[in-house]
């Protein structure tokens, strides 16, 4: 088999080594301003590529209205009835 190249971590890769290391919820343009140290981000306005990406992944959740984004498995499930 063929050895794997080496590949940069994608910007939701990299948000969600973000979010693990923090332990708790962060603000969109916190997660790009720590990713930001990783790797840059392409794009003429990064936070809105950042909030785009945090926004599609199947990975990372909003959780509220301020742009607040967690990782989708500590985002507690509504109890059903």
Not at 7 to 35: D, N, Q, W
Not at 57 to 80: A, H, M, N, W, Y
């Amino acid at each position: 088999t063929k050895p794997r190249a080496w590949h940069s971590p994608s910007f939701e890769e990299c948000a969600v080594m973000v979010l693990t290391e923090a332990g708790k919820p962060l603000h969109y343009k916190e997660i790009l301003r720590r990713v930001q140290q990783q790797r840059p981000v392409g794009g003429e306005t990064p936070h809105k590529t950042a909030y785009a990406i945090l926004a599609r992944s199947q990975r990372i959740v909003r959780t509220s209205k301020g742009g607040i984004f967690d990782l989708v498995e500590r985002v507690e499930q509504p109890k059903e009835s």
